[in-house]
């Protein structure tokens, strides 16, 4: 057990980019730079803009654990809120970085530290994997990217990792929750999908269901955020404009038109648009799916005009599109976290 630390700028800087899409920009003036040295430079970036703006902000104590899984090391980054330290049976959220990016890019990015400290819940942040340790992904389904490509094992990693969190933190086995943006979105779903009972929830930002729907049979709650302009995966589906990986993408619609049929929720959704509190050229529609039970079982954040962004973080329009600062992903993801509980498997 060791804590992380600081990398140099240039490295620390690439690790924060985000995307299943491994997203290059097209507007960096790189016209003068070598072919050969073109790619790095747009990852780099991309990557300091897209989560370093955020680094200067605090530097939460992560400790990072290993852990061996299909013959690889695999790394993760927990975090420990100071008035969870003498506390049982916490609730735990497992962020999962986007493609491109570290789990402690993960934590700069989403700021989810701060709210675990406010709200009082254990975070951890896993490290995908890749050619270049600081430019990892995950193999979400239907995402070509290398961790699929080398049929990396990411389920078995996430289950072994909560196994080690309740037993060396005393996770809560029944509060686990998922998050995560565009590939380590579709990560989460694909976890939702072939391990429900493990999963009390899910949150996912500019990423959609791209493992087989088919493997999607047992109910889990989830919550999505995504923004209209989105230009890495699409909200109507289909091929990034600024994706270079070719894949098309399910869109947001049929993703969660997938999670109410399964959650058995009413396909009629509540519909509200939210204030205009900030006044910065974003709109968020609220699409609320649920029973008479729960009615927001499966609720969509619709950010008309918003980009591939972290709600109420990130402000990297140039490169992610729009981002609104109309609602804040970590305050709402809690506030859907913080009551559910996984419920207890039938008797056979």
Not at 20 to 31: K, L
Not at 110 to 130: C, H, K, M, N
Not at 279 to 287: A, F, K, L, S, W
Not at 335 to 342: A, I, M, N, S, T
Request: glycine share 10%; charged share 20%.
């Amino acid at each position: 057990m060791r804590k992380s630390t600081p990398s140099s700028v240039a490295w620390r800087a690439l690790e924060d980019k985000s995307g299943c899409t491994e997203e290059a920009s097209r507007n960096m003036p790189v016209s003068t730079i070598p072919l050969f040295h073109r790619p790095l430079l747009v990852f780099f970036a991309l990557t300091l803009f897209h989560g370093s703006v955020f680094g200067a902000e605090r530097e939460a104590v992560l400790v990072q654990h290993e852990l061996t899984i299909q013959g690889r090391t695999r790394t993760f980054h927990v975090h420990v809120p100071a008035n969870l330290r003498d506390r049982k049976a916490s609730p735990l959220v497992i962020a999962l970085h986007g493609g491109g990016s570290t789990g402690a890019g993960m934590e700069r990015f989403s700021g989810l530290s701060e709210t675990a400290d406010q709200a009082g819940f254990l975070v951890v942040y896993p490290d995908g994997t890749g050619r270049r340790k600081r430019l990892l992904t995950w193999n979400s389904g239907g995402c070509n990217v290398y961790a699929q490509q080398n049929g990396v094992d990411d389920v078995g990693f996430i289950g072994a990792l909560i196994d080690f969190m309740v037993k060396q933190y005393q996770a809560d086995p029944a509060r686990v929750y998922l998050t995560g943006i565009s590939n380590g979105a579709m990560m989460a779903y694909r976890l939702a999908a072939v391990m429900p009972g493990r999963i009390a929830a899910i949150a996912t930002v500019s990423g959609t269901l791209t493992a087989d729907v088919a493997a999607v049979r047992t109910p889990v709650p989830v919550l999505h955020f995504h923004g209209t302009e989105d230009q890495y995966v699409p909200f109507e589906g289909g091929h990034g404009t600024r994706s270079i990986t070719g894949d098309a993408y399910p869109s947001v619609s049929n993703t969660i038109a997938a999670w109410v049929r399964i959650d058995k929720a009413s396909p009629e959704p509540v519909v509200e648009t939210l204030p205009d509190r900030t006044h910065d050229g974003t709109q968020v529609i609220r699409y609320a799916y649920g029973t008479k039970q729960d009615p927001r079982l499966v609720v969509l954040y619709k950010i008309v005009s918003g980009g591939h962004n972290w709600p109420g973080r990130s402000r990297v329009e140039r490169i992610l599109g729009k981002a609104t600062t109309q609602i804040s992903a970590n305050e709402l993801m809690w506030e859907f976290f913080r009551d559910r509980v996984k419920p207890e498997p039938t008797p056979p």
